[in-house]
């Protein structure tokens, strides 16, 4: 289901649309002591408003350039997919009168990375980094150091001076543990 919103001038899928949305979730108790559960979900892209083209504005009293962007049509674009496995394992004991259960689970089993947002930044082919992310260590490196040195293949090219997007991910995958006890 869209969510669209109209604010007298223009319409526009809500911030949260997700035009489609499927999950499915499972336990299964192996006796009285021991359950497992998951929980795997499905989603299309969120809306977000992308980045057409930028300017740089100076102005005549300041040294500082300023980046500055031009959006596109507001929430016309789409984060990539979003898929997630949960899984969990309890365990249910009693401690004299009260019921305890531990449990761990792993959220994002499958280590996806989901975007949560995505920045824009500026490169610059005269600053000595490899702002547009293409240089690789294995190929790259001719000093041996590990990191991305002036000089080196992929480093200050001409692209480098355009604007760059990079995916913000939401959470890596994430082992939690702990207990709840009734009283």
Do not use: C
């Not at 979900?41 to 930028?54: D, H, K, N, V």
């Not at 365990?91 to 996806?112: E, M, P, S, W």
């Not at 000595?128 to 992929?154: F, I, Q, S, V, Y």
Request: net charge negative; charged share 25%; proline share 5%.
């Amino acid at each position: 289901m869209n969510s669209i919103y109209a604010d007298g001038e223009q319409e526009y899928y809500t911030n949260w649309d997700r035009t489609h949305a499927f999950s499915v979730l499972g336990n299964y108790q192996f006796n009285t002591k021991w359950e497992t559960n998951w929980r795997f979900a499905l989603q299309s892209g969120q809306a977000y408003t992308p980045i057409m083209g930028y300017y740089v504005q100076k102005f005549p009293e300041s040294p500082e350039e300023l980046f500055r962007t031009i959006p596109g049509t507001r929430n016309s674009g789409r984060y990539e997919p979003y898929s997630r496995l949960d899984i969990g394992v309890v365990y249910h004991a009693k401690i004299g009168k009260t019921n305890v259960d531990f449990f761990f689970q792993i959220i994002n089993t499958l280590n996806r990375s989901n975007t949560f947002r995505k920045i824009y930044s500026l490169g610059s082919p005269y600053n000595g980094l490899d702002d547009d992310g293409d240089w690789d260590k294995d190929l790259h490196d001719t000093n041996g150091n590990g990191r991305a040195d002036p000089g080196e293949t992929n480093v200050d090219e001409s692209d480098e001076g355009k604007i760059n997007e990079r995916s913000i991910g939401l959470f890596p995958i994430l082992p939690t543990f702990g207990f709840t006890w009734e009283f």
